[in-house]
């Protein structure tokens, strides 16, 4: 049997019933249905190329994700469904090496075949067979399973916000900048000039201390293994802003000569923009001396008082040293998160904070879960917890072997998962990565 | 006014009518559908990638060639034609310098936008702008007009080949190996194991002397600057064989060594097989001791007495050493095909020799002008013939700046359109392109 | 004036003494003619030469680590010294954006001028330079001036480790693999056959609690900024290896497949041994079933018990993985080595257990100064201590700049200068480096 | 025995005597000091860099034009002289596969073993060896000896001139432009104020018809095998210029815009000089609006009247589009060099005409054979005469294996041996190169 448990932590699944109290198979249905809604607005055009590496074509994460199912449960409990093409084991397998060979992930935009049209038949053939299967249980499908079935879920909703990402910068690099969403609807068409509110620029203090972090078993629905085993973790007083850094005072950074300035930046983050030649977020153009921006809904007018996306680690930290403060630690990030401001509502002051409005349309049906704004980069290197170990089997491939040269970030965006929403919660890029939807929040030390 | 008589050469056009006594009108809408025809076996997805950069998106090469029309020619003219959008004169510009910007060659499959359909519908607006300016011309379409429509539609015609070969190497890419045409319908089914007539084994042989090559003004319908002037060369006595070089002798040359043979190679061809690892022609594939081949038909076993195809230069050359013999230059070439040994039928002496059904359907109706078999590469570096100059404008940029590094294939293949065969024209390649419809036609010195 | 005392701490500099009490200018001298020194046995043609971007050719180090004492010091306080050509402020600074242009590192081997013997020059002049206008202060030197010349000898320390670093690389790519070491002195010529002891197989144990880390200022003679400030940190129960792992051990490894295994390897490392093809340690050769290492002193046989050296932390990462252990982290490691089993002598620990006489003679009067054997990867990344910030200027981009996609390595080397032993010195490589003198110490979690 | 007589034409051999009518053994002598001597102003620095891949440490063309005396002559007539090293054989040969393994040419800079010495050492005793054994003929070394040491010797006068183009190139990346000639003695200090003859202006017509080209076996003491066969050519009327193109009108056509100008470029010359930056001659500065050059003397002021040197073909095919001209072709420049203007004096046509004193001192003794000034590019392809075939064994290695991708020059330049001068001589560079010293003549069509 797999050794799944090992891969994340959690209540045992009660008898039947699955994810937050929600039916099992409805669930299911409910999130593999909303993968492939990701995707309406798109043209098959969009669905198939790979402009850049590490972004892959949206329709194979159509399959993959349901390579995942196939692989990892069908399989594992002899349910017959033969893959419908020789090559399909070998293409949506992403880097388990333990499953096989995989084609290279950078080369995924040279395949113009399975088709979309076959990919989504593909889904709708093994969610057939797999809710067909989990019927057959009677209502009593065992632990193991539910286990299985949960991460397949949990990783599914991962590549929704990947998708999201992918598209986004595929969309982007069409001169025709097109839109992904059709209308804006905002809830305060004024939004992008209202002042601040007051609080906004406050800090939150700490004196310091032993803490434990990373997840608690007892009140986890779900977790994954790289956010264990809690542990003690000794903070020095400190600070942290309240407000993540907006739209307007990066393009002080900007205009004060920063990406001139080399004392500003980590080596290899010099290296990075003079190589790259960036001098901006991944998604600003400048128009004349004004900075235009491009949305999911298409090229605009940068919204000043939104909080600046799409920028890389080192432009996050060259920006914390600019404004003579520094990036927080991931626990200090946690500690802050977890300390609930208002009774029931602590990512709630992430979405206020972040007017992530400029980035998405809050009523768009396709993000009717959304509750925060963006990612956070952290000053902590993705390492091991202590006393954590990966397994020798595909699962200790899932987060292991990525912990090198890779920062942590945290929070959530507009684009995660509702249920992916948690202060443990460790997201991870290196440190040059700018399509992810990243932010900054500064932190300082305090005497 | 365009200088465009200098990239061609050829009788006047006579009024109103046009390219083989066909009417003007009818030839340009027949040809341009041709083109989208090719297409038609498609998916959306096969019309969007590019796996390398040499290889182009299907669906840019609709639009390039119709970009040309409206650039050459209703732009120049001033018909009130918009571009669809603004990047459109960007986007879809191959190579001219003199007409702006361009995209980066490598780069075409970045893009998802526009679509399929849109480009469709651009080439549906511009083929009823352009059919409704000439109209309006009452049957008495100016010779300058006449000329550039006429270069507008060899070009377009190029494309096509063109797109044969990118569909079939994009296709090639996705390991279930689809096929682009249904059904083979061969004369005759028995076609791959029949001998080889003795005739086919001999030699033309000529005693050499002095004669003029390059296009002859009088007799010519169309030809590219390239192929002019005509122009005396001196040749020594030599001899050619009338078969091209059969998959089996190939298999020979590679069971024999040759690959592994480094006195056999050029030194960059030495290099160029290493480093890319190439062992075989492109679309060969080992499986178990036997050979297979892709095909426009899909995966086969290999025909042992088709011609070889699909070979680089380098390989062409290796493989002429290896026979001791050589390849020939492109005037023992020309001078063979115009000896026309059955009157009127010069052409045919290739279709017969390179058995070329195996690689394609002679009687499916996307290739009912095919009258050859593969193109074959010459030992002529891509230089200007004696008198030759190209103009400093847009034509210019069209055969002139690319006579560098370059070696001549001569003859035409399936794919070529039947106007473009004429004994005169001067395909060329870099010796290591082996996605072209290639072969090997052998010669020696006589003494 | 100056901030180096930012960059690192320590107790106040006595009046007109020095560096653990002996007299300043013998100090400089001895250590500046100690990195000549290490250059005697070379010929011209090793210092000249960059077989890799990272390896420096050994004249650029003894140009780069004078240019610090003209730049930081001399021209700093007004002393007239003319550089020998325009050209050496940018050929000899190493990467300081501050202090103006910079040659590109991975071209010092393109510069065949100033020739050795001019830098030699160049070095003798400076020196009386600088020993003159010290003696100037008759005996009262003011602090600032100490703590700069403090920094520039320490620096010029480090250098003579990458000295060795680069001239072991450099001899190693001749076919010849010269000698750098004339004759080999060992104290036991069955040193090889003899069997460990059997204490050097136990493991030190810790309970874990709350320690203080970083270097403690009263204590301190002199350290980087990097290894401040102390700082708390708390520790699970840990055990560590008293001794390093041997070659024989690491052959093992190989031999049980652990190269061809995806399993043991993170992402990045299993991509990178793959790509360049690494399948043993760098200095290993096979030949015919046994393992030949080329050393200092030359090619020879692997000598089993000595330990493992010149590998990169991705395979003493999967080395550990292999063995059912982990890396220690710094403080760990740091813990350990403070715990002084023996009075006075925490570092002679390493020297025993580490076996390093495979690696280097113990009576060459090269290195009568070697208390240690090998560096040791630990599972930390090289991340600034809470509090810690680096300055703005030159002195800020010595080491804080740097705190990206690098592991910490603690303990020191036989190379290593005899004052850079100290149990909080924190030395760092990426992930993927060799040629620094490396090994493996292990570690695991107790319950 | 070795097919040597393939590889280059000439009359037999006389008796004992040899070369021109020098004694055999001196004319060794002379050869081989002089290879050495070139080396002289060198430091031992200068001898072991490779700056970029094509160009090559000195001390290996030392070692490397003996080892061909070992490897094509010792030791194919069995005469004993073992190696100084195992990795003498692999390292010192060059690219000729048949002969084994050989060191990557573009990692020749990687070795600082053997030394300088080492090889100077090893060129003694191969000398006396070679000397030793040649004496033992008694006045009566065979044919076949005499031919291979006549080849042996016209090798190394060809790499005598690739040593100058390479210390030319590796002294220039010196910042410190030092001189490889300690002082220049003009004999006409005014001699780059001086007007031009008003004849040299002229140009020298020809008629065409039917010539015959290649080296004429019976005038001939000594060709290689790519000047054969003679063979007939047919030429259109033509003129071409007496004078080569001065840097003066290159520095006219640089102020003309037309490194920004596309239409004069062909299209891999465009890329070319915009992916490297190239916007002037490889050895030109610009300083505050005039240009200075990189001579073998150092850094000076352009000299206006002298013939523009280090161009590549693309600059040249360039230059003579922008003065609507052309390059003559191989056979155009042959015909014309051979018409001798002044009775027996055909070369000092050129010497006179390219005005070569800007780049060398006439009267400097590493230079009394000079008779001619700079290389000039032709407007041929680097193809096989009619009738050509190159051996399958190492000969045939030394010039058919590299007819690809290549431009004919012709003429000779200061550095080549004087013995190399023939009308029929064959240099051959890729389009791109530019530190062979090579120049511009023009031609163009008559009517």
């Known amino acids: ?37 990701i995707c309406e607005p798109l043209e098959i055009e969009d669905m198939v190329i790979q402009p850049v590496s590490y ?51 950078g080369r995924r935009g040279d395949l113009s075949r399975p088709t979309v049209n076959q990919i989504i038949c593909f889904r709708r053939d093994v969610d057939e067979a797999l809710v067909s299967w989990l019927l057959s249980f009677n209502g009593d499908v065992p632990f193991d ?26 969309l982007s690099r069409n001169p025709s900048k097109p839109a992904y969403l059709k209308t804006i609807q905002r809830a305060d068409p004024q939004a992008n000039k209202k002042p601040l509110k007051n609080s906004e620029s406050d800090v939150w203090c700490n004196d310091g201390g032993l803490y434990e972090f990373g997840e608690n078993l007892k009140d986890c629905r779900f977790c994954f293994d790289n956010e264990t085993p809690r542990h ?14 907006s739209n307007e005072e990066y393009a002080n950074f900007i205009a004060d000569g920063a990406y001139e300035e080399p004392s500003l930046w980590l080596s290899e983050g010099w290296d990075f923009i003079n190589e790259n030649q960036i001098r901006s977020p991944l998604y600003w153009y400048s128009n004349q001396g004004a900075w235009l921006e491009y949305t999911l809904a298409g090229e605009r007018e940068l919204v000043l008082n939104a909080p600046v996306a799409h920028i890389s680690y080192h432009e996050a930290y060259a920006y914390a ?38 980035h998405y349309p809050e009523d768009q049906n396709h993000f009717t879960n959304v509750n925060g ?19 020798h089997d595909a699962f200790g491939e899932y987060n292991g072997k990525f912990m090198i040269n890779q920062m942590v970030l945290r929070g959530g965006c507009f684009a995660t998962p509702k249920g992916h929403y948690r202060t443990s919660y460790r997201n991870f890029y290196n440190a040059t990565q700018r399509w992810p939807f990243t932010s900054i929040r500064l932190a300082g030390d305090s005497v």
């Open 1 to 37: 049997m797999p050794n799944v448990t090992k891969l994340f932590m959690g209540q045992e699944p009660t008898k039947g019933c699955f994810i937050d109290g929600v039916d099992l198979i409805q669930q299911y249905k409910a999130i593999r249905f909303k993968t492939v809604d």
């Open 145 to 170: 399973v539910q286990n299985l079935l949960r991460l397949g879920l949990e990783h599914e909703q991962q590549h929704q916000e990947l998708l999201l990402m992918d598209i986004k910068f595929i």
């Open 55 to 105: 972004v892959s074509p949206p329709k194979w994460h159509l399959a993959h994700t349901t390579w995942f199912f196939v692989n990892f449960i069908l399989h594992r409990y002899g349910v017959n469904f033969p893959w419908p093409d020789d090559s399909y084991p070998q293409l949506f397998n992403s880097y388990y090496k333990s499953q096989g060979k995989h084609w290279v992930q």
């Open 232 to 245: 003690n973790v000794y903070l020095n007083p400190y600070n942290i802003e309240h407000k993540t850094v």
């Open 373 to 391: 704004g963006l990612w956070e980069w952290t000053a902590s290197t993705y390492s091991p917890y202590p006393g954590y170990t990966s397994t």
């Open 321 to 358: 040293r600019w404004a003579n403060k520094r990036l927080p630690t991931e626990f200090e990030w946690e500690l802050y998160a977890n300390h609930k401001p208002r009774e029931g509502a602590k990512f709630e002051l992430f979405q206020e904070s972040n007017l992530a409005y400029a």
